[in-house]
């Protein structure tokens, strides 16, 4: 049986993933591919945090560019 992180969607909805990693039920933990408890909150935060990153990276303005351009007239 393998970990799985939940995380808020937003108004109210939630989400359940995988973490891709074994549980320690019926072998000894690795911390790579079996994962105790604290092993399994850990590998949660960090997916949270790269996917927010990520999310946020996406929805950030690119570096140089302009936000909005004008076109700039001279009075005849």
């Known amino acids: ?3 799985v992180r939940c ?14 990693r074994v549980a320690d039920d019926k072998g000894n933990a690795d911390g790579i591919a079996v994962l105790n ?24 303005p690119e570096v140089g560019k302009p936000l909005r351009s004008a076109r700039l007239s001279t009075p005849m």
Do not use: N
């Not at 909805?13 to 995988?18: D, H, N, S």
């Not at 604290?38 to 929805?59: C, I, Y």
């Open 1 to 3: 049986m393998g970990w």
């Open 37 to 60: 408890f604290s092993q399994a909150q850990k590998a949660a935060r960090e997916k949270h945090t790269e996917l927010a990153q990520a999310a946020k990276a996406a929805a950030a």
């Open 7 to 20: 995380y808020d969607k937003g108004a109210g909805g939630y989400a359940v993933k995988t973490l891709d």
